[in-house]
Nanobody, 125 residues
């Protein structure tokens, strides 16, 4: 499975961006998809994920209420809608997919089999 993330850019604090992750597999709708981010000088961290088999969504506390995840299976695309952005959200954002993830590992990047190249989000103050 190849993943292509896009949609990053420069935005002012309080603004919004929507990232897209397109998957190449015809069965992409049956993959759990997660978004992770890596800020300058920091380790990569979990942002949020959608688990396809129970339609559950899992969020990092830092983005709850501001970020949402959705998917358009007809387009093999998962979206990360980011609202009320702040400078701490500045990072390279990665989408990842896995076919056998269980809920207890959904925040663990080692549970994902496929990764896209990142897209840079910069939030200015």
């Amino acid at each position: 499975v190849q993943l292509q993330a896009s949609g990053g850019g420069l935005v002012q604090a309080g603004g919004s961006l929507r990232l897209s992750c397109v998957g190449s597999a015809r069965t992409f709708s049956r993959y759990t998809v997660g978004w992770f981010r890596q800020a300058p000088g920091k380790e990569r961290e979990f942002v949020l994920a959608h688990k396809w088999n129970d339609d559950s969504r899992h969020y990092a506390d830092s983005v709850k209420g501001r970020f949402t995840i959705s998917r358009d299976n007809a387009k093999n695309t998962v979206y990360l809608q980011m609202n009320n952005l702040n400078p701490e959200d500045t990072a390279v954002y990665y989408c990842a997919a896995g076919s056998r993830l269980i809920s207890s590992r959904i925040r663990d990047e080692s549970g994902y089999d496929y990764w896209g190249h990142g897209t840079l989000v910069t939030v200015s103050s």
